[in-house]
């Protein structure tokens, strides 16, 4: 297994970050709203889930699901302040391609997520050209955050989305995050396995 500090990227930092916004963000705030229930408006960015990935294995992270498509390997890492985090990339690239996190808490509220977001959006402000934030849309999950960037690298620029949400229930925040050559992020694999994120079960 290669090193994460190896490969850590700027999505990987963001979502580190993140994960330890849940204290001071989830105590005496309102109930969460059901699944579908947002505050964005028209302009909100909408994430299409996809139901399966063909020859994909299912990985299942704290209730959250991600298909893993053949091709690609997985690292778990524990992060300090209680998320789980796996990396998906292809073996022999110095880059992974997506990054999933979840962290489990009480009560996670839509301000919660706002909160979280906030901190990755200042995170990768640093690095990304370009970057954009916006309300974000996603069937199965509540109220969503989504930003996105490119990254100037000497080997080539990344186009970077990364997409903050939260469970139904309340109960995990989930940061998802995928990358792919300037241009090609939408139509890659990486943002294929981005939108194949689910609560599982």
Do not use: H
Not at 46 to 65: F, K, M, Q, R, Y
Not at 74 to 90: A, D
Not at 97 to 123: K, M, R
Not at 181 to 190: A, K, N, W
Request: charged content about 25%; some cysteine.
């Amino acid at each position: 297994m290669r090193s994460m500090r190896k490969r850590m990227t700027v999505g990987v930092v963001a979502m580190v970050a993140l994960t330890g916004m849940l204290t001071g963000c989830t105590s005496d705030s309102p109930e969460p709203a059901p699944s579908g229930e947002t505050t964005a408006g028209a302009d909100a960015e909408v994430i299409e889930p996809v139901d399966s990935i063909d020859g994909a294995t299912t990985t299942e992270v704290l209730g959250i699901s991600i298909d893993v498509p053949d091709g690609f390997e997985v690292e778990e890492q524990e992060i300090e302040s209680g998320g789980t985090q796996l990396v998906l990339s292809r073996p022999g690239e110095d880059r992974a391609e997506v990054y999933l996190t979840v962290t489990e808490q009480d009560n996670v509220t839509d301000d919660a997520v706002e909160a979280a977001s906030a901190v990755s959006a200042a995170s990768l402000g640093t690095s990304l050209e370009d970057m954009t934030t916006t309300p974000g849309t996603w069937e199965g999950f509540g109220p969503a955050v989504v930003i996105r960037g490119t990254l100037p690298l000497d080997t080539g620029n990344r186009d970077i989305i990364s997409v903050t949400t939260r469970d139904p229930d309340g109960t995990r925040l989930v940061a998802v995050a995928a990358e792919a050559p300037e241009g090609e992020l939408d139509g890659s694999v990486g943002y294929e396995i981005l939108r194949s994120v689910k609560v599982a079960g």
